[in-house]
């Protein structure tokens, strides 16, 4: 079964279980944060690093290497000085 | 006596197989665990987007969650803090991953299992936060847990026998394994694995699995190096290319052995470091070389609270269900001299052969060598090795306030250990007063029982 959710505003497919993370990677997209003027995206997979954080429907700082998505879920980046 | 109350905190081989052992001899277990489903990192699969072929010992995982029948399991919850005493207890939030509206529980328990597993272990090397550059673990979890990979042309690079499924699951999933990149050397490795063979016999199984992970290289004809290192990352805005250059056996680089291969994608792990929090907030001794101490009933020093798996060594599934059968057993108050200790003991006993193997790919103190002054060590404040070697002689928090370093949303996970490789101390930094992330809302609305933050000693 496939999802789809808004990331910045553009709808990105998914399949049923992914996490927003691997939705994502699958959608070609390897960064989603900035940090120190880096781009920065998954580092260690697993909820170590924090490196993948984005705003979920409004709630900042989800890891979204560990948040399985949900149809309509509207993901945002975040930046960081 | 009255049945006696566990509760398990991880629910990897280690956690399962306590809690179904525990509750197999009369106990009332909870298992808790921040993962959706049961498995921990070794059975990471999802039923519908994990390739069969990535998933090992799938028949035991099976028999473990059928024997959790009676037992009360807790997915998508986070231990953040746990507190000695009689009862002992566990504070747990659950709901989606670092959601606004999580559900707070607390447990108490007669015992407890400490088994939260470990994490890669990554070296920073210049290049290592451009995007395509991942831990070798979010390789195997991005595979199992949603069938994606990073990229076309990956660079597998670190230490141990960890990277022959990674480089599986690159190529099952498609990608091309430009190189395995491999720090001990060959002679280490004949003399480190081939020494007093007659003992991994007994653990054929591991043995068996990391042959058909060598077998299926062969197959693609996938380079493997030994004795060096993925010294740079190259690229501008992502990864294009990696140096591959030899290494001594302190894993100094070698001057003018550099090579370079292209790739757009490198998975770096050179080990796991174990998740210490919980156990040090219960008070348990840590051993220098910085795992949990336990005793032959894998009892902690600490009365009640019992540790298995990862976090008492780094020795793999099996060892980590061999361990986590002996706790279960003994947290239910089963007696050592108990016939039904005698196959998890024996098992126990093997793996520990494996698990003292891996020692061959123990990271050396030369790999600082491969750092610039402006390498970036701690990812989350983007703070340098010139900026950490500089405060060298302050003390563990002065550095840490000057610099930053491990002060950052990870709390110092990531980079602990290198930067105390690079201040060549220990800087205390596993010692967290949350054990996993909270909400400040979430903080505000516990009441303690013990204050939240404990002065540093
Ligand atoms: C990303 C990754 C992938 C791996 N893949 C493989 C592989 O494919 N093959 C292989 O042979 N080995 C693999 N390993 C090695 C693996 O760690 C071990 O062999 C095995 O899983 C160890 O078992 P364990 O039960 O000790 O710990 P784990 O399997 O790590 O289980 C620990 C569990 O504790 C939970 N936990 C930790 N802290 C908390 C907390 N505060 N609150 C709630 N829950 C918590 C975690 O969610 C986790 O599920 C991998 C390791 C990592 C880090
Ligand atoms: S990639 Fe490390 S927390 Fe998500």
């Not at chain 2, 566990?6 to 808790?32: F, M, N, T, Y």
């Not at chain 2, 068996?208 to 077998?215: K, P």
């Not at chain 2, 302190?250 to 770096?268: H, K």
């Not at chain 2, 336990?294 to 099996?318: M, S, Y």
Request: hydrophobic share 40%; proline share 4%.
């Amino acid at each position: 079964m496939s999802i789809r959710i808004e990331f910045d505003g553009q709808p990105l497919d998914g399949r049923d279980g992914q996490s927003i993370g691997g939705i994502l990677l699958s959608n070609g997209r390897r960064t989603w944060r900035t940090a120190g003027g880096s781009q920065r995206g998954i580092f260690c997979g697993i909820g170590i690093c924090q490196d993948c954080v984005v705003t979920v429907n409004g709630v900042e700082g989800v890891r979204a290497c560990q948040r399985t998505a949900c149809d309509g879920d509207r993901v945002e980046r975040e930046v960081r000085a | 006596m009255s049945v006696r109350r566990i509760v398990v905190i991880g629910a990897g081989p280690a956690g399962l197989a306590a809690a179904a052992s525990a509750a197999r001899a009369g106990a009332d277990v909870v298992i808790v665990d921040e993962g959706e489903r049961v498995g921990g990192q070794f059975w990471r699969h999802h039923p519908a987007l994990t390739d069969q072929r990535l998933q090992h010992q799938l028949g035991r995982f099976r028999e473990l969650e059928s024997a959790l029948g009676g037992v009360r399991v807790l997915s998508s919850a986070s231990v953040w803090r746990v507190e000695s005493g009689a009862p002992l207890r566990v504070h747990a939030l659950t709901g989606p991953v670092d959601g606004a509206e999580r559900r707070a529980e607390t447990l108490e328990a007669d015992a407890v299992v400490l088994a939260t597993g470990a994490h890669d272990r990554v070296l920073p090397v210049p290049g290592w936060t451009l995007p395509g550059v991942t831990s070798a673990g979010a390789v195997q979890a991005l595979a199992k847990r949603d069938g994606v990979s990073l990229g076309a042309r990956t660079v597998v690079a670190g230490a141990g026998p960890f990277l022959l499924p990674v480089a599986q699951s690159v190529a099952v999933l498609g990608g091309e394994v430009a190189e395995v990149v491999e720090a001990a050397s060959i002679g280490a490795i004949l003399r480190g694995w081939g020494a007093r063979a007659w003992e991994l016999t007994a653990a054929a199984g591991k043995a068996g699995e990391l042959g058909s992970y060598v077998a299926s290289l062969m197959k693609t004809r996938t380079p493997y190096r030994f004795g060096s290192a993925v010294t740079r990352i190259h690229g501008d805005s992502s990864v294009e290319a990696v140096t591959v250059q030899r290494i001594d056996a302190d894993w100094r680089p070698v001057a003018g052995t550099e090579r370079t291969v292209e790739c757009d994608a490198v998975a770096l792990g050179h080990g796991f470091t174990p998740r210490l929090e919980a156990a040090i907030q219960f008070g348990c001794d840590i051993t220098p070389e910085r795992f949990v101490r336990t005793d032959e009933q894998q009892l902690t020093t600490v009365p009640g609270v019992f540790a298995a798996g990862e976090i008492t060594g780094i020795g793999g599934a099996d060892a980590a269900l061999a361990e986590g059968e002996i706790a279960g057993l003994s947290a239910a108050g089963i007696r050592a001299s108990d016939p039904l200790l005698r196959a998890p003991v024996a098992a126990r006993r093997r793996m520990r052969a494996f698990a003292a193997r891996l020692a061959t790919h123990a990271i050396r103190p030369g790999w600082t060598g491969w750092l610039d002054d402006d390498t970036i060590v701690c990812r989350c404040e983007a703070a340098t090795k010139a900026a950490i070697a500089e405060y060298s002689a302050a003390s563990s928090r002065g550095m840490r306030l000057a610099t930053r370093a491990g002060l950052g949303a990870c709390q110092g996970r990531t980079c602990g250990r290198s930067v105390e490789d690079i201040l060549g101390a220990p800087s205390g930094i596993d010692r967290r007063p949350v054990l996993s992330s909270v909400r400040i809302g979430e903080l505000a609305a516990h009441r303690p029982t013990h204050p939240l933050i404990e002065e540093e000693s």
